[in-house]
Nanobody, 128 residues
Framework: QVQLVESGGGLVQAGESLRLSCAASGRTVTSYAMGWFRQAPGKEREFAAAISWSSISTIYADSVKGRFTISRDNAKNTVYLQLNSLKPEDTAVYYC?????????????????????WGQGTQVTVSS
């Protein structure tokens, strides 16, 4: 079992930045791809970013590309999401997720079904 705990959310103004963290426990996630998803009020959960187990590959949703950066520190069993140039439409609960396997990132990683473990989420609110 893998437990994921997100942190770093908060209330910021448009244009500002936040850094989200996702700490894993229970077992090491060095052989897991890690992803970030988000869910805004009244909307379905959507993919934001993912990183391969080795950090060699990353993928992003078009809506966040160029503004968000996903990274990981396997020594700390932690994944990060740097959110820059935040917009009000980025307001959502952000969830961290883990997908087992050392596979190349593919289109399957854009979907939640690929991930076996999920955190409880951290709220990001961006005011205009």
């Amino acid at each position: 079992q893998v437990q994921l705990v997100e942190s770093g959310g908060g209330l910021v103004q448009a244009g500002e930045s936040l850094r989200l963290s996702c700490a894993a426990s229970g077992r090491t996630v060095t052989s897991y791809a890690m992803g970030w998803f988000r869910q805004a009020p009244g909307k379905e959960r959507e993919f934001a970013a993912a990183i391969s187990w080795s950090s060699i590959s990353t993928i992003y949703a078009d809506s966040v590309k160029g503004r968000f950066t996903i990274s990981r520190d396997n020594a700390k069993n932690t994944v990060y999401l740097q959110l820059n140039s935040l917009k009000p439409e980025d307001t959502a609960v952000y969830y961290c997720a883990a997908a087992p396997g050392r596979n190349p990132l593919s289109s399957a990683y854009y979907t939640g079904a690929k991930y076996d473990y999920w955190g409880q989420g951290t709220q990001v609110t961006v005011s205009s």
